[in-house]
Antibody, heavy 122, light 111 residues
């Protein structure tokens, strides 16, 4: 079955760079049509999509955060890494990674990791 | 401010029916398929509906979806206390390059 798990620091200081790793199993990121995305959720607030990477290394970013984000994949390790530069307290959130796949006519996020809470504070 | 607009909250009694709306534009809902996600308290979101009205395996038929123009609707019948959750719509937006957008979420309270 498909599982994803996020890992990374729980606390980062303002201006630092955050690096999060999504380690997954049950699928390969070299399979046509597959992608992995990152979504975050500040405490008590809505989901916000951040970035995604496809099996063919096509990358998409949130327009509002594009300058701060980089997403990469390591197919051999079944991992996707997200980096976010210049962290600020408003970036405090639970960060999720999710499996993207074409269940039908559009790709959707059909499996999600449990999420990891990242707090930005000095 | 989310690109897709949802009501902040809805409520209904057990056994009743409720609908949750999701309003967008021609660059997102108007030209793409909508999916819906359920987030129970303290858990990760779960896919409920995709392609506007299809249910993944294991999702009961009490949950339904529809789309008309630039709006979509999630319907839940036979409400149960276990349905209390936040619900999010999502779709692709093609205004700049193709990217994903979520609604602001709707808190469902089963009274």
């Amino acid at each position: 079955q498909i599982t994803l798990k996020e890992s990374g620091p729980t606390l980062v200081k303002p201006t630092q760079t955050l690096t999060l790793t999504c380690t997954f199993s049950g699928f390969s990121l070299s399979t046509s049509g597959v992608g992995v995305g990152w979504i975050r959720q500040p405490p008590g607030k809505a989901l916000e999509w951040l970035a995604l990477i496809y099996w063919n290394d096509d990358k998409r970013y949130s327009p509002s955060l594009k300058s701060r984000l980089t997403i990469t994949k390591d197919t051999s390790k079944n991992q996707v890494v997200l980096t976010m530069t210049n962290m600020d307290p408003v970036d405090t959130a639970t960060y999720y990674c999710a499996h993207l796949y074409w269940l039908g006519l559009n790709p959707v996020f059909d499996y999600w990791g449990q999420g990891t809470l990242v707090t930005v504070s000095s | 401010q989310s690109v897709l607009t949802q009501p902040p909250s809805v409520s209904a009694a057990p056994g009743q029916k409720v609908t949750i709306s999701c309003s967008g534009s021609s660059s997102n809902i108007g030209n793409n398929y909508v999916s819906w996600y359920q987030q129970l308290p303290g858990t990760a979101p779960k896919l409920l509906i995709y392609d506007n009205n299809k249910r993944p395996s294991g999702i009961p038929d009490r949950f339904s979806g529809s789309k008309s123009g630039t709006s979509a609707t999630l319907g839940i019948t036979g409400l149960q206390t276990g349905d209390e959750a936040d619900y999010y719509c999502g779709t692709w937006d093609s205004s700049l390059s193709s990217y994903w957008v979520f609604g602001g979420g709707t808190k469902l309270t089963v009274l």
